[in-house]
């Protein structure tokens, strides 16, 4: 995957992801609903997401696969985590053991290398 990243620029790579995934999702909607844009937090969830989704290719062009992988994977913690101090959502017991385990999973990932 590296040799190919390495000659195509990561908004392109978004943009041709994005673009082929938009034709599908708009040919869903006209069948099913309609396209019809309800508020404009949908278009920033788009834009946070693309945004992202470019961070994500760079990032694998310059560090390896498996921290890449490793870091991704630890998206649940953050969530939880941001949640937590956010929305004063509390932690479960089952939610504590998936971080724990979560640490230990990409400790193991980081160390292999």
């Known amino acids: ?10 908004s392109v790579i978004t943009f041709y992801r ?4 938009s ?7 006209s069948m099913t609903s309609g396209i019809v844009i309800k508020n404009v937090y949908q278009i920033m969830v788009g834009i946070a997401v693309g945004i992202g989704t470019i ?3 760079e990032g ?3 560090i390896k696969a498996a921290q890449v ?3 991704e994977l630890s998206s649940p913690l953050f969530a939880a985590v941001i949640a937590f101090f ?8 089952m939610q504590i053991a998936g971080m724990l385990l979560l640490f230990l999973g990409v ?3 980081s160390k292999k290398e």
């Open 107 to 109: 400790y193991y990932l």
């Open 23 to 29: 034709i599908f999702f708009a040919v869903y909607l």
């Open 60 to 62: 694998l062009k310059r």
């Open 69 to 71: 992988s490793a870091l």
């Open 55 to 57: 961070l994500y290719y």
């Open 18 to 21: 994005f673009i082929i995934a």
């Open 1 to 10: 995957v590296r040799k190919y990243l390495r000659n195509l620029h990561s």
């Open 86 to 93: 956010v929305l004063r959502e509390m932690f479960t017991v």
